[in-house]
C-alpha cells in the first residue's frame, strides 16, 4: 500500500541505469549520491517492494554481476576486513533478501552454512571451530569486527533459510542471548526488551526481531515480545511507537505523520505483519 508514495517515488527517481544507487555500502566524498544502494534496498523493500518490481529486478541483476566479476561497487576498499570477502556476503544478502533463485547467492549462503555448522556443530558456539572453518572456506583468517564476531545483519539474514534444526535452535539462542546484539541492527542484548514500545530504539529492536523471524524456530524461541507487543496494544487492538520512531530507515511508512492516523497506521502495519511471521 506504500508503493506508490513519495518516499518509493524519490528513491526509484535516483536509481541509475545499471540498477545501483551510488556506492553500495558507504556514503563517499568521491560520489555524488546522496543514498548507498543498499539504504536504497532497505527502504524499497520496507515499502512493499519485490522482485516483481523492475526497480528490484534491475538492482538484482547490478549485484549479480558485481558477484560474478562483470561490474564492480564503487566504494573504495576497506581495510579493517577482508573486502572481497565482505563484498561477496553483502551483495548475496541483499539478492537473497528478494530472490532464492540466484545460483550465485545462494552459493555464498552455503559457504557461510558450512561455516556456521562447524561453529555451533557441538550444540553451542565454539570460537575456535569458527575461526578455522572461515579460514579454511575463504583462506584468510577473519579479522575486523565484521568477521570475528559473525553475528551482523549479513550473516543472520542470509542463513534463515538453509540452517539444519539442531544449528538453527543453537544459534538462535546465542544471538538472542548476545550482550550486544546484532551488528548494524541493534546493540544490545535481544533477551532484554525495551523500557518502552516507543522512540527509535524501539524501532531497532523490532528490526533485529524482524530479522530473526525470519527463521523457522523463531516463533517459539521469541514468543516473549509477541506477548510484550500485545501487551502494548492501544485499547482499539492497534500500535503507536511514538513520533520519535521516525527515523527515515524503518519508519515512516506513509508520505507524512503530520496526521497522528497515519503514524499509528504505519506502527500497526509493521507489528502485524511482524506477529504474523513469529505466529506462522
Request: glycine share 4%; charged share 30%; with cysteine.
Amino acid at each position: 500500500m506504500y508503493k506508490d508514495g513519495k518516499w518509493a517515488k524519490s528513491i526509484i527517481a535516483m536509481q541509475e541505469s545499471d540498477g545501483k544507487w551510488g556506492c553500495f555500502h558507504s556514503l563517499s566524498k568521491t560520489y555524488s549520491s546522496p543514498i548507498t544502494t543498499e539504504q536504497a534496498l532497505r527502504r524499497l523493500e520496507r515499502l512493499g517492494f519485490s522482485i516483481e518490481d523492475e526497480c528490484i529486478q534491475r538492482a538484482v541483476v547490478y549485484m549479480d554481476d558485481c558477484l560474478t566479476g562483470k561490474n564492480s561497487i564503487p566504494d573504495p576498499r576497506e581495510k579493517l576486513h577482508d573486502w572481497d570477502v565482505f563484498t561477496q556476503l553483502m551483495l548475496s544478502t541483499w539478492i537473497r533478501r528478494f530472490t532464492l533463485d540466484n545460483e550465485n547467492a545462494n552459493n555464498t549462503a552455503m559457504l557461510w552454512k558450512a561455516i556456521i555448522d562447524a561453529a555451533f556443530e557441538k550444540g553451542i558456539y565454539d570460537h575456535e571451530s569458527y575461526v578455522c572453518a572461515f579460514s579454511d572456506t575463504f583462506k584468510v583468517k577473519p579479522k575486523g569486527g565484521r568477521f570475528i564476531d559473525f553475528v551482523s545483519f549479513y550473516q543472520i539474514s542470509l542463513l534463515s533459510d538453509i540452517l539444519e534444526e539442531r544449528t538453527q535452535d543453537a544459534l538462535l539462542d546465542y544471538v538472542i542471548d548476545k550482550e550486544d546484539g546484532i551488528y548494524y541492527i541493534y546493540d544490545r542484548k535481544l533477551s532484554n526488551l525495551p523500557l518502552s514500545l516507543k522512540g527509535r530504539e524501539a524501532s531497532r529492536y523490532l528490526a533485529a526481531i524482524e530479522l530473526l523471524s525470519r527463521y523457522k524456530l523463531a516463533g517459539r524461541k521469541l514468543r516473549f515480545v509477541s506477548d510484550w507487543l500485545y501487551e502494548n496494544r492501544n485499547t482499539d487492538g492497534n500500535w503507536d511507537m511514538g513520533s520519535k520512531a521516525n527515523d527515515k530507515i524503518y519508519l515512516p511508512l506513509s508520505d507524512s505523520w503530520r496526521q497522528k492516523e497515519k503514524r499509528i497506521k504505519d506502527c500497526t502495519h509493521r507489528i502485524s505483519a511482524l506477529l504474523k511471521a513469529l505466529e506462522n
